[in-house]
């Protein structure tokens, strides 16, 4: 749907922060229900916490300009804020491995892809941003730990909002946490080298839960598209086309008859029963859509839905965190839709007055 997964702004905070090292049991896994463990390259899985305290008891400077190599990832984060989070992390969670704070993890499409074909290790262009929030509440991290694979390496750093390379106080005093081995990272993160590609946050040989089972009126909605690709297209849409509303996917749209007689009569809105579903593929020469957005008329207004081929409700990573895509108001789909609430019923692929 249009504007789907539009990138949303950054928040920036800029700040002395001191990043505290592991406790003796570093090299612990965090423990499974209790800490999502999300990999970001962050700090270790057992203890510490952020020192914000006086220059007499951390002397020297938190953070330092950061090396052009880390320059060079973060170029390639921006907007990552609006990427989508593992399922494993999918609200802040409170984190002792990192010192006690909230985390929220976010990959790119790169990962996204190694997520959906159980790729590992994950292929070079994989990034992973974690933010560290001081409480639950905020909307800004105090530090934001990454992951980011390059020449067959995870080249990892921990780093402030606003780029800032934090200083190491205790496992490599005095160095910039940045670069293909801070032990600040990767002392625990080596747990998991051999197994899971130095990750600990899901499980690169399982599926990822990124849907659930479908609502009662989403259930009942199914049937009704039953053999939805034998419909006709839309006459602006008769061939995939490549969209940065649907995250740069290839979408093709299909209507029922209900929308066809509304197209011939130029009625607006549609009547009760109109149906539109849209495939969209992650490239354009892909036997099999990644996922469906479906607009359902009933009862004057239209039902969305978000969804797996298979028919599972696909989760709101950004807007509604962590809510099923259904309904008659995921601002997922009406955030942007809207726009055309008024002019024409809520659609953009075709003008219904021509």
């Known amino acids: 749907m249009t504007n789907f997964f539009r990138a949303m702004s950054i928040a920036v905070a800029a700040g002395t922060l001191a990043w505290a090292g592991c406790s003796d049991d570093a090299g612990d896994a965090p423990p499974s229900g209790t800490d999502s463990g999300v990999d970001s390259g962050g700090g270790v899985d057992s203890g510490g916490g952020v020192d914000t305290g006086s220059p007499a008891d951390a002397p020297g400077p938190t953070a330092v300009e950061a090396s052009a190599e880390t320059k060079a990832v973060w ?23 990192h010192m006690n704070m909230y985390v929220l993890a976010h990959y790119n499409d790169v990962v996204g892809k190694a997520l959906i074909d159980k790729t590992k290790p994950l292929p070079d262009g994989s990034i992973i941003a974690k933010d560290n929030f001081a409480k639950e509440t905020d909307t800004t991290p105090m530090v934001v730990t990454v992951m980011a694979k390059q020449g067959g390496k995870w080249y990892w750093f921990e780093a402030t909002p606003d780029g800032k390379v934090i200083v190491d106080r205790t496992m490599e005093p005095g160095k910039p946490i940045e670069g293909n081995d801070p032990k600040m ?29 479908p609502s009662p009126a989403t259930k009942a ?18 061939v995939r086309r490549q969209t940065d509303q649907h995250m740069n996917m290839w979408v093709l749209a299909y209507h029922n008859e209900v929308v066809t007689k509304a197209m011939t009569d130029k009625t607006l809105p549609p009547p009760d029963g109109a149906l539109i579903v849209k495939e969209n593929y992650a490239a354009e020469t892909d036997a099999k859509p990644m996922a469906l957005t479906i607009m359902s008329k009933q009862a004057g207004k239209w039902y969305w839905l978000e969804a797996t081929p298979d028919g599972m409700t696909i989760i709101d990573r950004m807007m509604q965190k962590g809510m099923p895509i ?19 019923d809520w659609l953009f692929i075709h003008d219904f007055t021509k």
């Not at 990272?185 to 089972?213: P, Q, R």
Request: glycine share 6%; aromatic share 12%.
């Open 185 to 213: 990272c990767t002392a625990c993160h080596s747990s998991k080298a051999d197994s899971n590609d130095w990750v600990f946050t899901h499980d690169f040989s399982k599926d990822m839960a990124m849907a659930v089972d």
């Open 221 to 238: 909605l199914w049937p009704k598209i039953s053999g939805y690709t034998s419909w006709p297209k839309f006459p602006e849409e008769l």
């Open 75 to 97: 170029a390639k984060m921006s907007g990552y804020a609006a990427w989508p989070r593992f399922s494993e992390n999918a609200k802040p969670a409170l984190s002792k491995g």
């Open 326 to 344: 259904e309904g008659d108001n995921p601002t997922m789909c009406t955030g942007c839709h809207s726009a055309k609430a008024t002019t024409n």
